[in-house]
T-cell receptor
Framework: GAVVSQHPSWVICKSGTSVKIECRSL??????MFWYRQFPKQSLMLMATSNEGSKATYEQGVEKDKFLINHASLTLSTLTVTSAHPEDSSFYIC???????????FGDGTRLSIL | GENVEQHPSTLSVQEGDSAVIKCTYSDSASNYFPWYKQELGKGPQLIIDIRSNVGEKKDQRIAVTLNKTAKHFSLHITETQPEDSAVYFC?????????FGPGTSLSVIP
């Protein structure tokens, strides 16, 4: 079946560092990928929709300059948390689907801890 | 705006018993309803889904029902096992937009 790979699974870094998270669709081409943030014991909060070859669409309240998204190919989207601070610590999850209104397939998430 | 409500937020059942999780949605345009299971430290995994032209779907111990008129859909897990313990999310989807419920933490007690 479809598989979405996310890397790294866990990152710890100092405040002020920029961190890049990769999301790959392994056996299908994904024109659209999604980036979510999840706080402990809470649901998934959609941050942005990543579209191949065009600018990402950010949800209200998400800083586009803080969370840079690049979807340069049909199998790869990246999320860069720029100048990360402790409040950016969270679980970030990406997802992808082949076409609209089909199941989303999720990566295993990235645990980001900013010291 | 659109939202999905999910109940209960926590559920404990004895091994072998059934578990039922219920969701309601507000967007009448929703036509696809997936259910996800999330284990600790992992991403959500699709376990079953149903489309608006179907009232019920079953896959082994898992079944989902949909009442489109009432905008209700439910997940039923029979003969629960300890490995069913996880957080379950329902979702309501239109063409490109997916709204997730707040989740249900299911504990199956051996």
């Amino acid at each position: 079946g479809a598989v979405v790979s996310q890397h790294p699974s866990w990152v710890i870094c100092k405040s002020g560092t920029s961190v890049k998270i990769e999301c790959r669709s392994l056996d299908f081409q994904a024109t659209t990928m999604f980036w979510y943030r999840q706080f402990p014991k809470q649901s998934l909060m959609l941050m942005a929709t990543s579209n191949e070859g065009s600018k990402a669409t950010y949800e209200q309240g998400v800083e586009k300059d803080k969370f840079l998204i690049n979807h340069a190919s049909l199998t790869l989207s990246t999320l860069t948390v720029t100048s990360a601070h402790p409040e950016d610590s969270s679980f970030y999850i990406c997802s992808a689907f082949r076409t609209a209104n089909q199941p989303q397939h999720f990566g295993d998430g990235t645990r980001l801890s900013i010291l | 705006g659109e939202n999905v409500e999910q109940h209960p937020s926590t559920l404990s059942v004895q091994e072998g018993d059934s578990a039922v999780i219920k969701c309601t949605y507000s967007d009448s345009a929703s036509n696809y309803f997936p259910w996800y299971k999330q284990e600790l430290g992992k991403g959500p995994q699709l376990i079953i889904d149903i489309r608006s032209n179907v009232g019920e779907k079953k896959d082994q111990r898992i079944a989902v029902t949909l009442n489109k008129t009432a905008k209700h859909f439910s997940l039923h897990i029979t003969e629960t096992q300890p490995e069913d313990s996880a957080v379950y999310f329902c979702a309501a989807s239109t063409l490109y937009k997916v709204i997730f419920g707040p989740g249900t933490s299911l504990s199956v007690i051996p």
